[in-house]
């Protein structure tokens, strides 16, 4: 059981939006943590996606977006492609644990 | 660009012990952050602990009393161990890296440890 709740899996067509739900709790996301998003492919490394709940590291394509309310974060794909089909986690800090919390990941599948 | 390179054990036996290391390349040690991090089989990701520049550790509650991370900032190396394995320390270990602490800049490739009598 993570401490932070993703979907198990979303879906969406070649050029559709896509979002990807995060929720935490008083502890961690509601505590003004901020939330950092990976994308995993099976067999590499994850890669840092979304830092600081919105900010993009040099080189991710804009069409990915990040936001945070109250104890829940989200990330949005725009004009989904083929290539963005893996596996996204959401990360956070937890007071309670004092260390790293991260959700279950969210498979996406790019139809 | 910096990268990371890890190695070790990647078949254990129960009650065995895990030991991983990981090296830093083409950057400095010193003033980042470095973490381990596992993905088992069909789950996500978990958070084993981290040593910050200070040289600070800090380790996942769930884990702290098998678990020992440690630094050489002369080989650029950190590494980890963790006694007593089970079968459920089966998982691709992950060394980590940041320059906040907050979040993973750097990772390696990943190590598979299985752990099977």
């Known amino acids: 059981q993570s401490v932070l709740t993703q979907p198990p899996s979303v879906s969406g067509a070649p050029g559709q939006r896509v979002t990807i739900s995060c929720t935490g709790s008083s502890s961690n996301i509601g505590t003004d943590y901020d939330v950092h998003w990976y994308q995993h492919l099976p067999g590499t490394a994850p890669k840092l996606l979304i830092y600081a709940n919105n900010y993009r590291p040099s080189g991710v394509p804009g069409r990915f977006s990040g936001s945070k309310s109250g104890t829940s974060a989200s990330l949005a794909i725009s004009e989904l492609q083929a290539e963005d089909e893996a596996d996204y986690y959401c990360?956070?800090?937890?007071?309670?644990?004092?260390?790293?919390?991260f959700g279950g990941g969210t498979k996406l599948t790019v139809l | 660009q910096l990268h990371l390179q890890q190695w070790g054990t990647g078949l254990l036996k129960p009650s065995e012990t895990l030991s991983l290391t990981c090296a830093v390349y083409a950057g400095s040690f010193s003033g980042h952050y470095w973490s381990w991090v596992r993905q088992p089989p069909g789950k996500g990701l978990e958070w084993i602990g981290e040593?910050?520049?200070?040289?600070?550790?800090k380790y996942n509650p769930s884990l702290k009393s098998r678990v020992a991370i440690s630094g050489d900032t002369s080989q650029k190396q950190f590494s980890l161990k963790l006694n007593s394995v089970t079968a459920a320390d089966t998982a691709v270990y992950y060394c980590?890296?940041?320059?906040?602490?907050?979040?993973?800049?750097?990772w390696g490739r990943g190590t598979l440890v299985t752990v099977s009598s």
């Open positions: 990360q956070s800090y937890d007071s309670g644990l004092t260390g790293w919390v």
């Open positions: 980590a890296g940041g320059d906040s602490g907050w979040y993973v800049d750097f």
């Open positions: 040593i910050n520049p200070a040289g600070t550790i």
